[in-house]
């Protein structure tokens, strides 16, 4: 197996130009070892962001509601505090973050099975996959509503077919 670092941002250029990362092509580090990835896009446009820097070095920037796994389990970033515990690689560390002035477009890899991955050797959550149901029904994410999520729009239909998963075992 050949192992590249890259953004998601790559990822997410390189899926545009050839289909084969939301076609399950390519893998992720998890905590369960390498899992497939079912899709790359961006999440939320004109995003927020958090700095996250851990005692060993690991850095990150991320949406305030995208979900790390603390001491206490999947928190969103933006209820962490200066020094709260993160999972990383090599076990908890303490985090200093801090939210920072500029806004961007943020992107996200869906992970079959485990649904997280290491991003930066950090342990963290597919950030759309835990918010579908609510997106389901109730047609938000919070202040977003489905039209604003380019995975709705996307052309492999990834939200349309969790959906109808999703709606048949209820």
């Not at 099975?113 to 950090?122: G, L, R, W």
């Not at 938000?140 to 996307?154: A, G, H, V």
Request: aromatic share 12%; net charge positive.
């Amino acid at each position: 197996m050949n192992t590249i670092k890259c953004t998601i941002n790559d990822l997410y250029e390189f899926n545009k130009k050839t289909g084969l990362v939301n076609k399950g092509f390519f893998e992720v580090e998890t905590q369960y070892g390498f899992k497939q990835i079912e899709g790359v896009n961006i999440t939320l446009k004109n995003s927020e962001k958090y700095f996250i820097k851990t005692e060993k070095n690991k850095i990150l920037e991320t949406s305030p509601d995208h979900l790390l796994y603390s001491e206490d389990g999947w928190q969103n970033v933006k209820n962490l505090k200066n020094n709260d515990k993160i999972k990383t690689k090599d076990g908890y560390e303490k985090i200093n973050l801090k939210l920072l002035k500029n806004k961007e477009d943020l992107y996200d890899i869906q992970v079959k099975d485990v649904h997280e991955f290491y991003a930066n050797d950090i342990v963290s959550h597919n950030s759309f996959v835990i918010n579908l149901p609510k997106i389901l029904y109730y047609g938000r994410l919070d202040k977003f509503k489905k039209e604003d999520i380019s995975n709705r729009q996307n052309k492999h239909g990834w939200i349309k077919e969790k959906s109808k998963l999703i709606q048949q075992q209820m």
